[in-house]
């Protein structure tokens, strides 16, 4: 008697204890550096809702979101990166990998990530390889899939869109056919190929290049490099910025009082700490940015806010992981298993309405990029806030404003 009734506790138990099992998304990223926060708070929030509600459905049954923290310390050292993603695959058997950041090492992350077979959601990093690579090897690499950015041509195009409307309010100001552009991009992989484009199309643009500057993403002093575009006459530096390099650029700049005006891609604009990290010298660095109190979706201003609330300031592009997480839950829900090779033509199949994107796919499983669902969109940062402009067509979009002169 006793001891069928410890069997049936036992029995008990592990039924409890398999009905509240859980699926591990690792997430990866520089978590010392403002990406990698960003890539764990939003996951931390797609996490907490999900398991308030009750988990993820999965044939029947409902599985608690875990989370597992990887600092793959990328912004300086690849074999971190691939490190970190060795040890989640193997020591800590994740089920889906969340991330990335800096391009260089999101290839090689990617690489081990197809020899296991995992579903690898990139929440960070641009190069287009990573897309080519579904295209040309689909059987190795139809695992990965781009969540956030777009991927470098993508964002070219939408720093087009917006430069160009940025270039014809100048024209107007300044009363000059050609504005001169000076070109800010950081020596890495993805920078090269938006620069290339950058110099065969701006003067098809009526726009003047007047030189290229290429610091270390992790610079503290471009002194060098603005006295020279100074001298070069540039009205506007275009930045092509993801590293703390993006700080001392906008602080420099504000302090030497320069009347050209910042746009382009500065990560670190992107952030409400940097008005404080410039000492208030930031104003007018404009930036592609990601979310910001605008419909982009239904879902982007409760997002914005719910973040704010709880980490006292705004999110940046990479805590789109919380979008990633609700993609594989939707897709998890609708194939009724967590098995890869079956929810990889769910998630091409899939349209989500995220917080950050209307998101769908194309054969490199890119993003397909459009404005006002996935192209971004143009904020500027105006006496301490951090202002929203494009597309203008984007409900609750502001003036740009340019330097006295």
């Known amino acids: 008697m006793m001891r069928s009734f410890l069997m049936a506790v036992a029995l008990a138990a592990a039924s409890t204890a398999q009905a509240q099992g859980t699926i591990k998304f690792a997430i990866l990223g520089p978590m010392a550096f403002v990406q990698g926060e960003n890539h764990w708070a939003g996951a931390e929030m797609a996490r907490d809702?999900?398991?308030k509600a009750g988990g993820i459905a999965v044939g029947g049954k409902k599985m608690q979101v875990e989370l597992i923290r990887a600092d793959t310390n990328e912004v300086q050292s690849v074999p971190d990166a691939t490190n970190a993603t060795e040890r989640v695959i193997s020591r800590d058997k994740a089920d889906f990998l969340i991330g990335g950041f800096r391009s260089e090492a999101v290839l090689a992350m990617q690489e081990i990530a197809m020899d296991s077979k995992k579903i690898f959601l990139g929440a960070g990093a641009a190069d287009a390889r990573l897309g080519e690579n579904v295209e040309k090897n689909y059987d190795r690499y139809k695992y990965w899939f781009r969540v956030t950015p777009t991927k470098s041509p993508d964002l070219f195009r939408s720093l087009v869109a917006i430069l160009g409307s940025i270039g014809d309010q100048m024209r107007q100001a300044l009363k000059k056919e050609q504005p001169a552009v000076a070109i800010v991009a950081e020596k890495t992989a993805w920078t090269e190929?938006?620069?290339?484009?950058?110099q065969a199309t701006l003067p098809k643009m009526k726009m003047e290049v007047v030189g290229t500057w290429q610091p270390s993403a992790v610079a503290t002093d471009v002194t060098a490099e603005l006295s020279a575009i100074e001298r070069a006459g540039a009205d506007i530096v275009f930045t092509v910025i993801s590293g703390p390099v993006g700080i001392s650029l906008g602080r420099q700049m504000g302090e030497r009082n320069m009347k050209a005006v910042a746009f382009g891609i500065n990560v670190e604009a992107q952030k409400d700490e940097f008005w404080a990290a410039t000492a208030g010298k930031g104003n007018f660095v404009s930036t592609l940015d990601t979310y910001?109190?605008?419909?982009?979706?239904?879902?982007?201003?409760?997002f914005v806010r719910a973040f704010k609330e709880r980490y006292k300031k705004a999110p940046t592009y990479t805590a789109a992981t919380y979008d990633a997480i609700m993609m594989l839950k939707a897709a998890i829900e609708q194939?009724?298993?967590?098995?890869?090779?079956?929810?990889?033509?769910?998630?091409?199949?899939?349209?989500?309405?995220?917080?950050?994107?209307?998101?769908s796919w194309d054969k490199r499983h890119d993003l397909i990029w459009a404005v006002g669902k996935t192209a971004g969109i143009g904020v500027q940062w105006q006496d301490g806030k951090k202002v929203p402009f494009w597309p203008p067509e984007v409900k609750g979009m502001q003036p740009f404003k340019m330097p006295a002169r």
């Open 49 to 51: 809702e999900i398991n």
């Open 193 to 198: 190929p938006i620069m290339k484009a950058l």
């Open 292 to 302: 910001s109190e605008v419909e982009i979706t239904p879902k982007t201003v409760p």
């Open 335 to 359: 194939a009724g298993t967590t098995d890869a090779d079956k929810l990889v033509p769910v998630l091409e199949k899939m349209e989500h309405v995220g917080t950050a994107a209307v998101a």
